[in-house]
Protein backbone atom coordinates (compact mmCIF):
# COMPACT_ATOMS: atom_id res chain seq x y z
CA UNK A 1 0.00 0.00 0.00
CA UNK A 2 1.51 3.17 -0.75
CA UNK A 3 2.24 5.70 1.88
CA UNK A 4 0.33 8.19 1.09
CA UNK A 5 -2.94 6.17 1.06
CA UNK A 6 -1.80 4.70 4.52
CA UNK A 7 -2.17 8.34 6.19
CA UNK A 8 -5.34 7.55 7.89
CA UNK A 9 -7.49 8.87 10.78
CA UNK A 10 -4.81 8.38 13.33
CA UNK A 11 -2.70 10.97 11.45
CA UNK A 12 -4.80 13.45 11.28
CA UNK A 13 -5.44 13.09 15.41
CA UNK A 14 -1.85 12.40 16.29
CA UNK A 15 -1.00 15.67 14.61
CA UNK A 16 -4.11 18.03 16.39
CA UNK A 17 -3.57 16.39 19.79
CA UNK A 18 -0.26 17.95 19.86
CA UNK A 19 -2.04 21.35 20.21
CA UNK A 20 -5.10 20.84 21.81
CA UNK A 21 -7.28 17.80 23.05
CA UNK A 22 -10.86 19.06 22.34
CA UNK A 23 -12.61 20.86 19.17
CA UNK A 24 -15.23 23.57 20.10
CA UNK A 25 -18.15 21.88 21.37
CA UNK A 26 -16.60 19.75 23.36
CA UNK A 27 -16.03 16.69 20.63
CA UNK A 28 -12.57 14.67 21.92
CA UNK A 29 -10.70 14.42 18.74
CA UNK A 30 -9.90 11.07 19.74
CA UNK A 31 -13.21 10.26 17.91
CA UNK A 32 -13.22 12.61 15.25
CA UNK A 33 -13.12 11.00 11.86
CA UNK A 34 -11.70 12.76 8.59
CA UNK A 35 -15.21 14.00 7.79
CA UNK A 36 -15.84 15.86 10.65
CA UNK A 37 -12.79 18.61 9.23
CA UNK A 38 -13.54 17.13 5.35
CA UNK A 39 -17.40 17.28 5.28
CA UNK A 40 -18.14 20.70 7.09
CA UNK A 41 -15.12 22.04 8.91
CA UNK A 42 -16.41 24.80 11.86
CA UNK A 43 -15.01 27.88 12.58
CA UNK A 44 -13.53 25.91 16.06
CA UNK A 45 -12.28 23.19 14.00
CA UNK A 46 -10.69 25.52 11.50
CA UNK A 47 -8.76 27.14 14.50
CA UNK A 48 -7.45 23.58 15.75
CA UNK A 49 -6.42 22.69 12.44
CA UNK A 50 -4.41 24.92 11.18
CA UNK A 51 -2.21 24.74 14.18
CA UNK A 52 -2.30 21.01 13.84
CA UNK A 53 -0.72 21.77 10.34
CA UNK A 54 2.23 23.57 11.49
CA UNK A 55 2.77 21.14 14.04
CA UNK A 56 3.07 18.79 11.59
CA UNK A 57 5.83 20.78 9.86
CA UNK A 58 7.95 19.79 12.40
CA UNK A 59 7.72 16.31 12.09
CA UNK A 60 10.86 14.38 10.90
CA UNK A 61 12.67 17.54 10.71
CA UNK A 62 15.79 16.17 12.70
CA UNK A 63 16.28 13.31 10.07
CA UNK A 64 15.36 15.86 6.86
CA UNK A 65 18.04 18.25 7.67
CA UNK A 66 20.36 15.80 9.12
CA UNK A 67 20.41 13.98 5.75
CA UNK A 68 20.81 17.15 3.64
CA UNK A 69 23.57 18.59 5.36
CA UNK A 70 24.98 15.00 5.54
CA UNK A 71 25.02 15.26 1.44
CA UNK A 72 26.20 18.87 1.54
CA UNK A 73 29.19 18.04 3.94
CA UNK A 74 28.30 20.49 6.13
CA UNK A 75 28.25 18.29 9.33
CA UNK A 76 28.67 14.46 10.42
CA UNK A 77 25.69 12.73 12.63
CA UNK A 78 27.55 10.09 14.88
CA UNK A 79 25.39 8.82 17.12
CA UNK A 80 25.00 5.52 19.39
CA UNK A 81 21.36 4.30 18.25
CA UNK A 82 22.12 4.44 14.28
CA UNK A 83 25.43 4.42 12.21
CA UNK A 84 23.80 4.03 8.78
CA UNK A 85 24.22 7.95 9.50
CA UNK A 86 27.73 7.63 8.88
CA UNK A 87 27.56 4.39 6.83
CA UNK A 88 24.73 4.72 4.10
CA UNK A 89 23.90 8.40 4.26
CA UNK A 90 27.73 9.21 3.87
CA UNK A 91 28.81 6.92 1.74
CA UNK A 92 25.33 7.56 -0.61
CA UNK A 93 24.40 3.61 -1.10
CA UNK A 94 20.46 4.91 0.11
CA UNK A 95 18.24 1.98 1.01
CA UNK A 96 14.47 3.07 -0.33
CA UNK A 97 12.67 1.11 2.66
CA UNK A 98 15.10 2.81 5.27
CA UNK A 99 14.08 6.24 7.75
CA UNK A 100 16.84 8.42 5.85
CA UNK A 101 14.48 7.99 2.61
CA UNK A 102 10.87 7.35 4.26
CA UNK A 103 10.77 9.61 7.00
CA UNK A 104 10.96 13.18 5.43
CA UNK A 105 8.50 11.24 2.50
CA UNK A 106 6.23 10.22 4.85
CA UNK A 107 5.96 13.23 7.43
CA UNK A 108 5.61 15.84 4.30
CA UNK A 109 2.87 14.00 2.65
CA UNK A 110 1.37 13.82 6.40
CA UNK A 111 1.22 17.38 6.24
CA UNK A 112 0.14 17.64 2.71
CA UNK A 113 -2.42 15.23 2.99
CA UNK A 114 -3.82 16.87 6.58
CA UNK A 115 -3.80 20.37 4.23
CA UNK A 116 -5.74 19.36 1.69
CA UNK A 117 -8.84 17.62 4.16
CA UNK A 118 -9.12 21.21 5.41
CA UNK A 119 -9.40 22.59 2.23
CA UNK A 120 -11.98 20.21 1.31
CA UNK A 121 -13.60 21.35 4.93
CA UNK A 122 -13.69 24.57 3.65
CA UNK A 123 -15.28 23.89 -0.03
CA UNK A 124 -18.02 22.59 2.16
CA UNK A 125 -18.44 24.22 5.42
CA UNK A 126 -21.81 25.68 6.20
CA UNK A 127 -20.17 28.24 9.00
CA UNK A 128 -20.88 31.36 8.82
CA UNK A 129 -17.13 32.22 7.27
CA UNK A 130 -17.02 35.45 5.24
CA UNK A 131 -15.65 34.95 1.55
CA UNK A 132 -12.60 36.87 2.56
CA UNK A 133 -12.19 34.45 5.74
CA UNK A 134 -12.14 31.88 3.26
CA UNK A 135 -9.91 33.02 0.69
CA UNK A 136 -7.34 34.08 3.90
CA UNK A 137 -7.52 30.36 4.69
CA UNK A 138 -7.03 28.70 1.85
CA UNK A 139 -3.65 30.86 1.17
CA UNK A 140 -2.41 30.47 4.22
CA UNK A 141 -3.07 26.59 3.43
CA UNK A 142 -1.62 26.51 0.01
CA UNK A 143 1.16 28.32 0.70
CA UNK A 144 2.41 26.17 3.49
CA UNK A 145 1.67 23.22 1.16
CA UNK A 146 4.19 24.68 -1.08
CA UNK A 147 6.95 24.86 0.97
CA UNK A 148 6.21 20.99 2.45
CA UNK A 149 6.19 19.78 -1.50
CA UNK A 150 8.85 22.30 -1.98
CA UNK A 151 10.63 20.21 0.99
CA UNK A 152 10.02 16.66 -0.99
CA UNK A 153 11.33 18.04 -4.53
CA UNK A 154 14.21 18.96 -2.56
CA UNK A 155 15.09 15.63 -1.54
CA UNK A 156 13.91 13.74 -4.38
CA UNK A 157 15.05 15.90 -7.20
CA UNK A 158 14.54 14.26 -10.54
CA UNK A 159 13.49 11.24 -9.10
CA UNK A 160 10.19 13.36 -9.03
CA UNK A 161 7.28 13.61 -6.72
CA UNK A 162 3.28 13.49 -7.14
CA UNK A 163 2.18 17.05 -7.08
CA UNK A 164 -1.42 16.07 -7.17
CA UNK A 165 -2.20 13.54 -3.93
CA UNK A 166 -5.59 14.98 -3.54
CA UNK A 167 -7.14 12.14 -4.15
CA UNK A 168 -5.90 9.09 -2.39
CA UNK A 169 -7.12 6.75 -4.70
CA UNK A 170 -6.29 8.27 -7.64
CA UNK A 171 -2.60 10.08 -7.15
CA UNK A 172 -1.36 12.38 -9.31
CA UNK A 173 1.74 10.93 -11.39
CA UNK A 174 5.59 11.50 -10.30
CA UNK A 175 7.11 14.91 -11.56
CA UNK A 176 10.48 15.49 -12.55
CA UNK A 177 12.97 18.78 -10.57
CA UNK A 178 11.23 20.61 -13.63
CA UNK A 179 7.58 19.85 -13.54
CA UNK A 180 7.59 19.77 -9.52
CA UNK A 181 8.83 23.40 -9.21
CA UNK A 182 6.53 24.91 -12.15
CA UNK A 183 3.02 23.21 -10.09
CA UNK A 184 4.88 24.46 -6.63
CA UNK A 185 4.94 28.37 -8.56
CA UNK A 186 1.63 27.75 -9.63
CA UNK A 187 0.36 26.98 -6.17
CA UNK A 188 2.18 29.98 -4.56
CA UNK A 189 0.68 32.34 -7.35
CA UNK A 190 -3.07 30.62 -6.92
CA UNK A 191 -1.82 31.36 -2.87
CA UNK A 192 -1.30 35.16 -3.21
CA UNK A 193 -4.16 35.59 -4.91
CA UNK A 194 -6.11 34.29 -2.35
CA UNK A 195 -4.09 35.91 0.27
CA UNK A 196 -4.70 39.21 -1.87
CA UNK A 197 -8.49 38.73 -1.20
CA UNK A 198 -8.62 37.83 2.47
CA UNK A 199 -9.00 41.02 4.06
CA UNK A 200 -7.26 42.28 7.11
CA UNK A 201 -7.41 39.73 9.34
CA UNK A 202 -7.58 35.98 9.43
CA UNK A 203 -10.09 33.44 11.22
CA UNK A 204 -7.39 32.00 13.03
CA UNK A 205 -4.01 32.13 14.95
CA UNK A 206 -0.87 31.60 13.62
CA UNK A 207 1.73 30.12 15.94
CA UNK A 208 4.55 32.83 17.53
CA UNK A 209 6.59 31.36 14.67
CA UNK A 210 5.03 33.70 12.31
CA UNK A 211 5.11 36.91 14.07
CA UNK A 212 4.86 39.94 11.85
CA UNK A 213 3.44 37.48 9.43
CA UNK A 214 0.36 36.97 10.99
CA UNK A 215 -2.26 39.27 8.85
CA UNK A 216 -3.03 38.79 4.82
CA UNK A 217 -0.83 41.39 3.76
CA UNK A 218 2.45 39.94 5.93
CA UNK A 219 1.69 36.47 5.22
CA UNK A 220 1.81 37.27 1.87
CA UNK A 221 5.63 38.52 1.68
CA UNK A 222 6.35 35.48 3.27
CA UNK A 223 4.08 33.95 -0.09
CA UNK A 224 6.26 35.93 -2.27
CA UNK A 225 9.57 35.34 0.08
CA UNK A 226 8.70 31.02 -0.91
CA UNK A 227 8.49 31.73 -4.63
CA UNK A 228 11.90 34.18 -4.45
CA UNK A 229 13.56 30.96 -3.73
CA UNK A 230 11.45 28.66 -6.15
CA UNK A 231 12.04 31.05 -9.04
CA UNK A 232 15.79 31.01 -8.32
CA UNK A 233 16.14 27.36 -8.22
CA UNK A 234 14.46 27.48 -11.76
CA UNK A 235 17.40 29.98 -12.72
CA UNK A 236 14.28 32.84 -13.45
CA UNK A 237 15.69 35.87 -12.15
CA UNK A 238 13.64 38.29 -13.04
CA UNK A 239 10.60 36.39 -11.52
CA UNK A 240 13.14 35.77 -8.75
CA UNK A 241 13.59 39.82 -8.48
CA UNK A 242 10.15 41.12 -8.84
CA UNK A 243 8.78 38.20 -5.93
CA UNK A 244 12.15 39.80 -3.33
CA UNK A 245 10.41 43.17 -4.16
CA UNK A 246 6.88 41.34 -2.76
CA UNK A 247 8.40 39.90 0.08
CA UNK A 248 9.48 40.96 3.24
CA UNK A 249 13.49 41.62 1.89
CA UNK A 250 15.69 44.28 3.14
CA UNK A 251 18.93 45.32 2.46
CA UNK A 252 18.95 47.28 5.96
CA UNK A 253 16.91 44.65 7.96
CA UNK A 254 17.43 42.42 10.36
CA UNK A 255 18.97 39.11 9.02
CA UNK A 256 17.49 36.71 11.31
CA UNK A 257 14.14 38.20 10.68
CA UNK A 258 11.60 35.98 8.68
CA UNK A 259 9.52 32.58 10.04
CA UNK A 260 10.14 30.13 12.21
CA UNK A 261 9.06 26.53 14.24
CA UNK A 262 8.78 26.66 17.46
CA UNK A 263 9.01 24.89 20.20
CA UNK A 264 8.79 24.00 23.72
CA UNK A 265 8.46 21.94 26.62
CA UNK A 266 4.81 22.64 27.89
CA UNK A 267 2.52 19.72 27.52
CA UNK A 268 2.45 17.54 24.39
CA UNK A 269 4.60 20.16 22.66
CA UNK A 270 7.75 19.27 21.34
CA UNK A 271 11.82 19.93 21.60
CA UNK A 272 13.85 20.95 19.54
CA UNK A 273 15.22 18.23 17.57
CA UNK A 274 18.14 19.92 16.27
CA UNK A 275 19.86 20.69 19.68
CA UNK A 276 22.74 18.82 21.02
CA UNK A 277 24.57 20.00 24.13
CA UNK A 278 28.33 20.50 23.22
CA UNK A 279 30.89 17.84 24.00
CA UNK A 280 28.41 14.56 23.91
CA UNK A 281 29.92 11.45 22.93
CA UNK A 282 26.78 8.96 22.51
CA UNK A 283 24.82 11.12 19.93
CA UNK A 284 26.76 14.69 18.23
CA UNK A 285 26.69 16.55 15.41
CA UNK A 286 30.36 17.61 14.39
CA UNK A 287 30.93 20.11 11.45
CA UNK A 288 32.79 18.96 8.68
CA UNK A 289 36.87 19.78 8.78
CA UNK A 290 36.18 22.01 5.58
CA UNK A 291 34.13 24.67 7.50
CA UNK A 292 37.05 25.04 9.42
CA UNK A 293 39.78 25.24 6.65
CA UNK A 294 37.68 26.82 4.03
CA UNK A 295 36.47 29.76 5.90
CA UNK A 296 38.15 33.60 5.57
CA UNK A 297 40.12 35.16 8.52
CA UNK A 298 37.70 37.17 10.62
CA UNK A 299 34.85 35.46 9.21
CA UNK A 300 32.58 35.39 12.45
CA UNK A 301 29.98 32.83 11.27
CA UNK A 302 32.47 30.50 12.19
CA UNK A 303 30.76 31.20 15.53
CA UNK A 304 28.52 28.56 14.45
CA UNK A 305 30.70 25.64 15.13
CA UNK A 306 32.77 25.47 18.71
CA UNK A 307 35.59 23.53 19.10
CA UNK A 308 35.55 20.39 20.98
CA UNK A 309 37.20 19.36 24.64
CA UNK A 310 37.85 16.21 22.41
CA UNK A 311 37.72 15.07 19.06
CA UNK A 312 35.04 12.64 18.06
CA UNK A 313 35.63 9.83 15.27
CA UNK A 314 33.36 6.90 14.01
CA UNK A 315 34.70 5.13 11.29
CA UNK A 316 37.23 6.88 9.85
CA UNK A 317 35.00 10.17 10.22
CA UNK A 318 36.38 12.86 12.32
CA UNK A 319 35.19 15.77 13.60
CA UNK A 320 36.83 18.20 15.79
CA UNK A 321 34.33 21.16 16.16
CA UNK A 322 30.38 20.55 17.34
CA UNK A 323 27.82 22.04 15.42
CA UNK A 324 26.07 24.67 17.63
CA UNK A 325 23.54 26.16 16.39
CA UNK A 326 20.88 26.39 19.04
CA UNK A 327 22.10 27.05 22.47
CA UNK A 328 18.88 25.31 24.02
CA UNK A 329 16.11 22.79 23.24
CA UNK A 330 13.48 25.23 22.94
CA UNK A 331 15.01 27.50 20.47
CA UNK A 332 13.10 27.97 16.86
CA UNK A 333 14.05 26.42 14.17
CA UNK A 334 14.45 28.72 10.46
CA UNK A 335 12.04 28.30 7.75
CA UNK A 336 12.88 31.46 5.71
CA UNK A 337 15.05 34.14 7.23
CA UNK A 338 16.21 37.96 5.65
CA UNK A 339 19.76 36.40 5.24
CA UNK A 340 18.31 33.64 2.34
CA UNK A 341 16.63 36.62 0.27
CA UNK A 342 19.47 39.01 0.60
CA UNK A 343 21.66 36.21 -1.01
CA UNK A 344 18.54 35.56 -2.97
CA UNK A 345 19.15 39.42 -4.29
CA UNK A 346 22.55 39.03 -4.96
CA UNK A 347 22.14 35.69 -7.25
CA UNK A 348 19.46 37.28 -8.97
CA UNK A 349 21.72 40.20 -9.72
CA UNK A 350 24.90 37.99 -10.58
CA UNK A 351 24.88 38.38 -14.21
CA UNK A 352 22.45 41.11 -15.54
CA UNK A 353 23.79 43.83 -12.79
CA UNK A 354 27.49 42.60 -10.44
CA UNK A 355 27.44 46.10 -8.58
CA UNK A 356 24.05 45.13 -6.99
CA UNK A 357 24.92 42.03 -6.48
CA UNK A 358 28.40 43.03 -4.66
CA UNK A 359 26.28 45.66 -2.38
CA UNK A 360 24.06 42.57 -1.20
CA UNK A 361 26.87 40.74 -0.41
CA UNK A 362 28.66 43.31 1.55
CA UNK A 363 25.91 43.75 3.74
CA UNK A 364 26.50 39.56 5.01
CA UNK A 365 30.59 40.06 4.58
CA UNK A 366 30.44 43.30 6.65
CA UNK A 367 27.86 42.00 9.68
CA UNK A 368 30.33 38.74 9.67
CA UNK A 369 33.29 40.96 10.15
CA UNK A 370 34.98 40.45 7.07
CA UNK A 371 36.24 43.67 4.48
CA UNK A 372 33.86 44.86 1.58
CA UNK A 373 34.64 42.24 -1.26
CA UNK A 374 36.92 43.28 -3.99
CA UNK A 375 37.63 40.41 -6.34
CA UNK A 376 36.08 40.20 -10.05
CA UNK A 377 32.61 41.22 -11.21
CA UNK A 378 32.50 38.29 -13.53
CA UNK A 379 29.39 35.49 -13.56
CA UNK A 380 32.15 32.93 -12.29
CA UNK A 381 33.56 34.98 -9.65
CA UNK A 382 30.74 36.32 -8.26
CA UNK A 383 28.71 32.61 -7.85
CA UNK A 384 32.25 31.41 -6.25
CA UNK A 385 31.56 34.46 -3.78
CA UNK A 386 27.35 33.63 -3.47
CA UNK A 387 28.29 29.93 -3.03
CA UNK A 388 30.72 31.01 -0.12
CA UNK A 389 28.30 33.30 1.76
CA UNK A 390 25.61 30.62 1.49
CA UNK A 391 27.43 27.78 2.80
CA UNK A 392 28.49 30.17 5.88
CA UNK A 393 25.37 32.12 5.94
CA UNK A 394 22.97 29.61 5.87
CA UNK A 395 25.17 26.69 7.59
CA UNK A 396 23.08 23.69 9.03
CA UNK A 397 19.66 25.03 7.34
CA UNK A 398 19.43 22.54 4.89
CA UNK A 399 20.89 24.40 1.72
CA UNK A 400 24.13 23.87 0.54
CA UNK A 401 23.74 20.70 -0.88
CA UNK A 402 20.58 21.99 -3.32
CA UNK A 403 22.98 24.85 -3.93
CA UNK A 404 25.96 22.95 -5.11
CA UNK A 405 23.61 20.61 -7.03
CA UNK A 406 21.52 23.41 -9.15
CA UNK A 407 25.11 24.99 -9.87
CA UNK A 408 26.58 21.57 -11.30
CA UNK A 409 29.35 21.53 -8.60
CA UNK A 410 28.35 18.49 -6.52
CA UNK A 411 31.44 17.07 -7.54
CA UNK A 412 33.11 20.04 -5.55
CA UNK A 413 32.20 18.48 -2.12
CA UNK A 414 35.00 16.65 -0.33
CA UNK A 415 34.73 13.07 0.61
CA UNK A 416 36.86 11.95 3.47
CA UNK A 417 36.80 8.12 2.54
CA UNK A 418 37.35 6.42 -0.69
CA UNK A 419 34.31 4.45 -0.17
CA UNK A 420 31.98 8.23 0.38
CA UNK A 421 29.92 9.76 -2.36
CA UNK A 422 27.64 12.56 -2.72
CA UNK A 423 24.31 11.50 -3.95
CA UNK A 424 21.96 13.79 -6.36
CA UNK A 425 18.60 12.90 -4.93
CA UNK A 426 17.40 10.51 -2.57
CA UNK A 427 15.56 7.16 -4.11
CA UNK A 428 11.34 7.15 -4.10
CA UNK A 429 10.66 4.75 -1.16
CA UNK A 430 10.25 1.15 -1.95
CA UNK A 431 6.05 1.11 -1.52
CA UNK A 432 5.75 3.83 -3.68
CA UNK A 433 4.34 2.42 -6.86
CA UNK A 434 6.28 5.02 -9.36
Known sequence: MKIIKAIRILM???????????????????????????????RGELTQAVSGVLSDMRVGLSTHNDVKSIFGREYY????????????????????????????WGARYATVKNINLILEGLDNTTADFSAAEIAGARGVLNTLKAYELLMLSDNQHDNGIRVDVSDSENLGAFL???????SIAELLDSAAGELGSAGDSFAFGLSSGYSGFDTP??????????????????GDYTTTLAALDASFFDLAGDLDGGIYHTFSLSGQDIANPLFIALNQTANVRVAHSSFVTDVQDGDTRLEKVVERD?????????????????????????VLRNE??????????????????????????????????TGATTPAALEDE??????????????RWIDMRRFGRLSDLPNDRSTDNVPSAIPVPANENK
Open 12 to 42: VVISFVLVSCELDGGESLNGASTSSISDDIS
Open 77 to 104: YFTSSDPRYEGDVVVGNLDNNTFYVTTP
Open 176 to 182: DRSAALS
Open 217 to 234: QTFLQFNRALMARVSAYQ
Open 310 to 334: EPREATGLLGTHDVALYGSNVDNIP
Open 340 to 373: ELILLYAEANMQTNPGEAVAALDVLRTAAGLPAY
Open 386 to 399: ILYNRRYSLFGEGH
